[in-house]
């Protein structure tokens, strides 16, 4: 299926308005919007999360850059000037999860707001508003997939978009799409249990992970080491320290009652004001 489209929208004095920019635009609108709902729901303000766009989103961005000029250092060895060069497109959604995460972290911190309900909250938010951001990909071949002849190959014949092969390839966005839409209304499915603090976002990162590993196979970048893709090295590592996080909170683990202690299990214990990992202020 040949796909024409100019990654470039329009330009604006010396602004451009992209594909990519614009549905990533529209990921994080949809993104807050469902996870002020769950953080309503849950007694905490919901104008702290428009606080915490103002950490995040710089952080998302620095961080999707950083990930994405270290996966390709050779070349901006050579062009150092295009580090900067963001207009061009070039970013990586790892660094945006992490750097994204740790600076909604010391938010909270910083705050004194219950850790695991806040990222509980934008967990299914952020599966949706991933789904979203990646149509942008998939219309302008950001994530140029490997060569296939399957009847839904995909063939970017724009003299602009960013794979310039114009041959059939796997819709790699596609599947991360669909991926990311299952994850979705898996974690919503999530908010009618009676789950730990915690869960839902250990959960949305292990499956984030699981993704990206696994769409690592039908995509074309550099490979680090052991015939990976940086995406998949740090996928397997996150993947790692998810089912870690998630075993804590099975266990119970750092929660201080005898009770919680003696329970294997991610819902919820009928106790409250436990400390402990996911559980809110620690």
């Known amino acids: 299926m040949p796909i024409d489209v100019n990654p470039i929208i329009a330009h604006v004095g010396p602004l451009v308005l992209s594909w990519q920019g614009f549905f990533t635009g529209v990921g994080l609108f949809v993104a807050l919007w469902l996870a002020t709902t769950h953080l309503r729901q849950h007694g905490v303000d919901p104008a702290s999360l428009y606080d915490a766009t103002l950490w995040a989103v710089p952080a998302s961005i620095l961080g999707a850059r950083v990930f994405h000029v270290v996966d390709n250092w050779n070349y901006y060895a050579m062009h150092p000037l295009d580090v900067v060069a963001?207009?061009?497109?070039?970013?990586?959604?790892?660094?945006?999860?992490?750097?994204?995460?740790?600076?909604?972290?010391?938010?909270?911190?910083?705050?004194g707001l219950p850790i695991g309900t806040f990222f509980d909250a934008i967990a299914p938010a952020q599966a949706l508003g991933l789904a979203i951001g990646r149509v942008g990909d998939l219309l302008t071949g950001g994530s140029l997939g490997r060569p296939t002849t399957l009847p839904f190959a995909v063939a970017y014949v724009n003299p602009a978009s960013f794979d310039p092969r114009h041959a059939l390839v796997h819709p790699a966005a596609a599947y991360l799409i669909a991926w990311d839409l299952a994850v979705f209304a898996l974690l919503i499915w999530f908010r009618r249990q009676r789950l730990r603090p915690g869960v839902s976002f250990w959960s949305f990162s292990a499956l984030f992970a699981v993704g990206q590993f696994g769409d690592g196979f039908f995509r074309v970048e550099p490979l680090d080491a052991y015939g990976l893709d940086q995406a998949q090295i740090v996928g397997a590592i996150l993947l790692l320290l998810s089912v870690i996080a998630l075993l804590a909170i099975a266990t119970g683990v750092g929660v201080a009652t005898a009770r919680t202690a003696q329970v294997t299990s991610w819902r919820s214990p009928d106790v409250t004001g436990a400390p402990g990992l996911g559980t809110g202020r620690d």
């Open 86 to 111: 963001i207009t061009r497109g070039g970013a990586a959604v790892y660094g945006s999860v992490v750097f994204g995460s740790i600076a909604g972290l010391l938010f909270c911190r910083q705050r």
